[in-house]
């Protein structure tokens, strides 16, 4: 039997996720037929290389994706608004890195870790979650498997290239600046479209995404609704109880988070407990040996897949609840990685398929 080949196109493949998800796909086990590079018609032209092939940029239109099987798409919510479903109703399976389609009753969010199930039912379009909750939920999942989960609080310290190349590239220049007793500019964060601008070098910008009425940041929002819909899969659930605090800081890559959580009483569980979970959990590294200053660093993470997981220690003013801290690259498992991962789990199931039904699911 003839194995089955794929022809792939990424979406906005020439901002910092896109062009890892070209290295991702390059280094994955899904048999590649072709390749498409979509972008803006601002990157339209550029050539980026494939398996020691160059791939010239084509811009987006809506029948870039006639004969695409499976579309890799990270240029931003409007882009994924208005062409994924097109990708759809031309047959394509996509697997969307934008905060669009995460929310949607219709669209799995999946972290292959924790809820790979959930893309036998998909119709189309399958949703990669924020960078920091996916992070979280991978480290949280062993926990919620053997002690059960009843409340999550989570700080995050978040790097600049979670706001896109553009972020990092300015605090790039922003340090420089300061070094040079110079002026820092800052046209960037904490969000592009907001009245005011603050500089991230040598500072914490304790504001990622608008404020909501409520107070809190739609970051935050995005992961304890995110959590919810991908652990116990509504994202209104009362199974667990998740709020949170996040926060930019002057790193490249690698986000850290510490995590407060609390199991389930009687179920026995312990700091050694966790970390033995942990240790056995897919797409984790246990990285936790205080004696000896082991604990996970986003420089050490940058460039990996996994997940690194330390400081795992008991909470001692409330029974059973635990505080762990928490590491990944956020370009890499936060975004390109899990998208090409479920893209291999779509493969490897038989799942690059668009329902009959699908199209019209889709409408906005």
């Not at 390059?26 to 803006?40: C, F, G, H, M």
């Not at 092939?53 to 608004?81: H, K, N």
């Not at 995460?102 to 969010?109: E, F, G, I, K």
Request: aromatic letters at 6%; hydrophobic letters at 40%.
């Amino acid at each position: 039997m003839t194995e089955r080949t794929y022809n792939i196109a990424i979406l906005g493949a020439t901002g910092a996720v896109g062009t890892r998800l070209i290295e991702q796909l390059e280094d994955s086990t899904i048999p590649v037929n072709s390749l498409k590079l979509l972008a803006s018609v601002r990157s339209a032209g550029k050539k980026l290389i494939f398996k020691g092939q160059e791939i010239t940029v084509e811009e987006a239109t809506a029948d870039s994706f006639i004969g695409i099987d499976l579309v890799l798409a990270s240029g931003g919510g409007s882009v994924s608004r208005r062409f994924a479903p097109e990708a759809v109703k031309r047959g394509a399976v996509v697997v969307d890195n934008s905060s669009f389609w995460r929310m949607n009753d219709n669209v799995p969010l999946v972290v292959p870790e924790v809820n790979e199930a959930d893309l036998q039912a998909h119709n189309g379009i399958i949703a990669n979650p924020n960078c920091s909750t996916t992070q979280m939920v991978v480290a949280l999942e062993p926990v919620r498997r053997a002690f059960g989960l009843r409340r999550v609080i989570v700080s995050t310290y978040q790097a600049a290239s979670g706001a896109g190349q553009s972020a990092w590239e300015e605090l790039v220049a922003q340090t420089e600046a300061h070094n040079a007793g110079e002026e820092m500019v800052a046209n960037i964060l904490p969000v592009k479209g907001a009245d005011k601008h603050y500089p991230l070098a040598y500072n914490l910008l304790p504001q990622i995404d608008v404020f909501e009425d409520d107070g809190y940041t739609h970051e935050e929002w995005k992961m304890i609704h995110e959590t919810k819909k991908i652990m116990f899969g509504d994202k209104n659930s009362k199974a667990v109880k998740v709020t949170g605090t996040a926060v930019r800081v002057p790193v490249p890559v690698g986000h850290g988070e510490t995590v407060y959580f609390e199991t389930e009483p009687n179920t026995g569980a312990t700091a050694a407990g966790i970390q033995q979970a942990l240790s056995q959990a897919p797409g984790v590294i246990l990285e936790d040996n205080p004696k000896e200053q082991i604990y996970p660093q986003p420089l050490n993470a940058e460039g990996k897949r996994e997940t690194f997981v330390g400081r795992v220690r008991p909470d001692l003013e409330n029974d059973d609840s635990f505080h762990m801290w928490v590491v990944s690259d956020n370009l890499l498992k936060g975004a390109a990685w899990n998208t090409v991962q479920i893209a291999e789990r779509l493969v490897d199931l038989d799942l690059v398929r668009v329902p009959a039904d699908a199209a019209g699911k889709f409408e906005v």
